[in-house]
Structures are given as structure tokens and as C-alpha cells.
């Protein structure tokens, strides 16, 4: 059984930062990889950063150069430091993990991040 918990995300007037954390909980979890993904109304869920087990991250065009995403706690957490943020990061973003015993992925609920102009 695997159990996502996310925090942060808020509002805050454009230029301004927020944080965003997903920590996978649960016996004999082991995670493989970890995303933020976005969704906005009106629009198809989006990657915005991903991390492998080896801290390796990638992120979206849309977001280099102001969002950094790293791994922590046993590699089961990531954190993710949103810089410069922008009204069209006005979205709900979504924490997905795999795992290393299974092909299935877990999804979090979403947390909402907005930001005004």
C-alpha cells in the first residue's frame, strides 16, 4: 500500500515563489521516479518535472530556468522550489511515483497552486 502525501502549493502574486512536496509513505516501498504533473482547465495534464532514482531531473521548457526539483528522505520525497512564478502556472499539480516492485502508477490527489497577476 502506497500513500502520497503533497504539500505546499498556495497562491502568490506573479514574481513570487511557492514550494511543492510529495513524500511516498508505506512498507517496502521503494520508489523508482517521481513527477510533478499540471493540470489546468480546459487543458490536458501536463509533465512539469521529473527526478529518477539517481537524482537525475528533467523538466519542461515552460519551467527551466525557475523551477528545481530534487530528491529527498530516502530518495521517497521529492521538494520542488517554484521561482518566478507566473499566472499561467495556475494549475493543479499532481505528484506521480512508480515504484521498483510494480509497473503501476500512484497518483496524488492535487494541490493547487495559483498565481495572480
Known amino acids: 500500500h502506497v500513500k502520497l502525501w503533497e504539500v505546499g502549493g498556495g497562491l502568490v502574486q506573479a514574481g513570487g515563489s511557492l514550494n511543492l512536496s510529495c513524500v511516498a509513505s508505506g512498507s517496502r516501498v521503494y520508489v523508482k521516479n517521481m513527477a510533478w504533473f499540471r493540470q489546468s482547465p480546459g487543458n490536458p495534464r501536463e509533465l512539469v518535472a521529473s527526478?529518477?532514482?539517481?537524482?537525475?531531473?528533467n523538466y519542461a521548457d515552460t519551467v527551466k530556468g525557475r523551477f528545481t526539483l530534487s530528491r529527498q528522505q530516502f530518495d521517497n520525497a521529492m521538494y520542488m522550489q517554484m521561482n518566478n512564478l507566473r499566472p499561467e502556472d495556475t494549475a493543479l499539480y499532481f505528484c506521480?511515483?512508480?515504484?521498483?516492485?510494480?509497473?503501476?502508477?500512484?497518483w496524488g490527489q492535487g494541490i493547487q497552486v495559483t498565481v495572480s497577476s
Open positions: 506521480k511515483v512508480n515504484i521498483f516492485s510494480t509497473t503501476a502508477d500512484y
Open positions: 527526478t529518477d532514482d539517481a537524482g537525475t531531473t
